[in-house]
């Protein structure tokens, strides 16, 4: 079974652009959170969707947006890219959203902003 | 409002000794907790949950962590360390809202597990 795909995995942007960043959850999966890490805030929540709407939404700007598509698959935008949006954005995806199942992660997409 | 904490940045430990790495949890209802692992430029990957039960859980490469309620803790342990365990740790707890159980996780702030050889 292949596990949580995100692509891309590297990307550079320039302050000011925006990026799109998508992620194809576990087969069968259908719930699908994204959560940022830097070396200085650590592991911060961005948001959960389940069943192509939004459960939950951590403490960012608007400027960070996600959807996810009937297939279970989701994408997470950054409009007017900030250099310190740079950091290791990590997809994760749980089969629904009871509290025994287990929530696996992806590689991440590594954004560094210029 | 659930929170874990990892007290220790970094832990050493020769390779073949026994490792912990501490956890200590605060939450409102049951705990779901987890443990991940996190070597360098990579994901997370899942070691082990604790959801209910038995408070020794096992998990992926002879890890188990050790469930104590009295002590609000989730040590993470292992008999015989390995270089190759080398790594980020990072213990998480699962939040909860007015519908129960959530797929956003609170994670603590990492421990460094170095091994010498």
């Known amino acids: 079974k292949a596990g949580v795909t995100q692509t891309p995995r590297y990307l550079i942007k320039t302050r000011g652009q925006q990026v799109t960043l998508s992620c194809s959850p576990i087969s069968g999966h259908r719930s699908v959170s994204w959560y940022q890490q830097t070396p200085g805030q650590g592991l911060q929540f961005l948001f959960e969707?389940?069943?192509?709407?939004?459960?939950n939404k951590g403490n960012f700007p608007g400027r960070f947006s996600g959807r996810q598509f009937s297939n279970s698959r989701s994408e997470m935008n950054v409009s007017t890219l900030e250099l310190g949006d740079s950091a290791l954005y990590l997809c994760?995806?749980?089969?629904?959203?009871?509290?025994?199942?287990?929530?696996?992660f992806g590689e991440g997409s590594w954004l560094t902003v210029v | 409002a659930q929170s874990v904490a990892q007290p220790e940045d970094q832990v050493n430990v020769a390779e073949g000794n026994p490792l912990t790495v501490k956890c200590t949890y605060s939450v409102s209802g049951n705990p779901y907790l987890f443990w991940y692992v996190q070597y360098p430029n990579r994901g997370l990957q899942f070691l082990l949950k604790y959801i209910t039960g038995d408070n020794l859980v096992k998990g992926s490469y002879g890890f188990e962590a050790e469930f104590n309620k009295s002590q609000t803790s989730f040590h993470l342990k292992k008999p015989s360390a390995l270089v190759s365990d080398s790594a980020l740790y990072f213990c998480?707890?699962?939040?909860?809202?007015?519908?129960?159980?959530?797929?956003?996780?609170?994670f603590g702030t990492g421990t460094l597990l170095a091994v010498q050889p």
């Open positions: 969707y389940f069943s192509e709407t939004q459960r």
């Open positions: 998480a707890v699962r939040d909860l809202d007015y519908g129960g159980a959530t797929n956003k996780l609170i």
């Open positions: 994760a995806s749980s089969q629904d959203r009871s509290g025994g199942n287990t929530i696996y």
